[in-house]
């Protein structure tokens, strides 16, 4: 007697095989129908803390790309300015250059030669991780795309104004102060 109802109605023939595969497939379907259903309905009643987890989740996440982000930039930069830094010898005869860098005024010592190229801007000075290196403009506007704050730009040249009672003195570029 330990046969099933099922069992007990095949072997008597009032039920044929397929009828009953059939039953049983649409009894598996109804039980993942509503499976699903209680799974869909459990996101939405999320505890107040769960939702808080998932969004300090999320910006740390955030935080961790940008990161990544970043040192990917400075890695990018650091390349970039060990390939093409224009090679600086020190020596008895340097003079220093004076530039503005983040409302400081700093100086590199560099050769009479390399002065007057950085002046005429065929050499632009480069912060890289706090030591200042010389590089061809090119490479500099690369780096200008990566990270602009880490290029120093030097001043443009203005035109004097009409009324300005100085404007015939001119002031050399090569003026040390």
Not at 10 to 18: E, H, N, R, S
Not at 54 to 73: C, F, N
Not at 109 to 132: D, P, Q, T, W
Request: proline share 7%; charged share 35%; aromatic share 4%.
């Amino acid at each position: 007697m330990g046969n099933s109802l099922r069992e007990q109605l095949l072997q008597a023939g009032l039920v044929d095989k397929t009828k009953v595969n059939s039953v049983n497939k649409q009894k598996r379907k109804q039980a993942k129908q509503r499976r699903q259903a209680k799974e869909a309905v459990k996101p939405t009643s999320l505890l107040p803390e769960q939702a808080a987890k998932r969004a300090r989740d999320r910006e740390l996440d955030l935080r961790r790309i940008e990161a990544r982000r970043q040192r990917e930039l400075a890695a990018q930069v650091k390349q970039l300015v060990a390939q093409s830094r224009y090679p600086r010898k020190p020596g008895e005869d340097d003079i220093p250059f004076h530039f503005d860098n983040k409302g400081k005024v700093k100086k590199l010592y560099v050769s009479a030669e390399v002065h007057k190229m950085i002046s005429s801007g065929r050499l632009v000075i480069v912060n890289c991780n706090g030591s200042f290196e010389l590089v061809p403009p090119e490479t500099a506007e690369k780096i200008r795309q990566r990270n602009p704050s880490l290029v120093i730009d030097l001043p443009e040249e203005e035109r004097p104004s009409e009324d300005d009672p100085y404007a015939a003195y001119h002031v050399p570029d090569d003026l040390i102060w």
